[in-house]
């Protein structure tokens, strides 16, 4: 069966670094999603992107977040400045036709933000 | 703004028996209610779904209820086992909208 692969695992960061979280979901799918669970509550929307821009983001989606499809495969989330509440489970997901219908999640990154 | 609502946050049941999760929606356009199983420290799986025009859905000890007019919907699972433990979550979304809001969360706990 097709998966939504995410790196990587598990990223540990000081507060006010970058990072990049990547994803590949899957090949024929063309609609694509970044949500994240903080530890032990629920999973919130932060972002979705179609046709190389974004369709729809949350209020947490701020400034520092951003989406990216570099290449044919990946699709990025890039936090730039990581503050400690960003410390979270993200997960990736795609779909191939648009909302609403049930997703294919990656196994997640687990950040980390000392 | 959209809300889901679900109850209770925590479910314990005697192996064989019946549990039941129940949610609310706030948005009165949403016409898509996916149910996921989440295993711990693993990713959501969608374990069932129901869409607006139809009012219960069942798949083998899984069903689902919609009821559209009070914006309710409902998880039942019958004969549990202890595989079932997991945390469950609810979630709405609407055509033309490209997010899906989580309720959140029922812990299950399924003693042998």
């Known amino acids: 069966e097709p998966e939504v692969t995410q790196t990587p695992s598990h990223q540990v960061t000081q507060m006010g670094q970058e990072v990049i979280l990547r994803c590949v979901p899957i090949?024929?799918?063309?609609?694509f999603y970044w949500y994240r669970q903080i530890l032990g509550q629920k999973v919130e929307f932060l972002v979705s992107?179609?046709?190389?821009?974004?369709?729809?983001k949350s209020e947490i989606f701020d400034d520092q977040f951003s989406v990216e499809r570099p290449d044919g495969s990946n699709f990025t989330l890039k936090i730039r400045s990581t503050k400690l509440e960003d410390s979270a489970m993200y997960f990736c997901?795609?779909?191939?036709?648009?909302?609403?219908?049930?997703?294919?999640f990656g196994s997640g990154t687990r950040l980390t933000v000392v | 703004g959209e809300n889901v609502e679900q109850h209770p946050s925590t479910l314990s049941v005697q192996e064989g028996d019946s549990a039941v999760i129940k949610c609310t929606y706030s948005?009165?356009?949403?016409?898509?209610f996916p149910w996921y199983k989440q295993e711990l420290g693993k990713r959501p799986q969608l374990i069932i779904d129901i869409r607006s025009n139809v009012g219960e859905k069942k798949d083998q000890r899984i069903a689902v209820t919609l009821n559209k007019t009070a914006k309710h919907f409902s998880l039942h699972i019958t004969e549990t086992q202890p595989e079932d433990s997991a945390v469950y979550f609810c979630a709405a979304s609407r055509t033309g909208g490209f997010k899906t809001i989580f309720g959140a969360g029922t812990r299950l706990f399924v003693k042998a």
């Open positions: 992107f179609y046709n190389n821009e974004i369709s729809e």
């Open positions: 997901a795609s779909s191939e036709t648009p909302a609403p219908r049930g997703y294919t």
């Open positions: 090949s024929n799918h063309l609609y």
């Open positions: 948005d009165s356009a949403s016409n898509y």
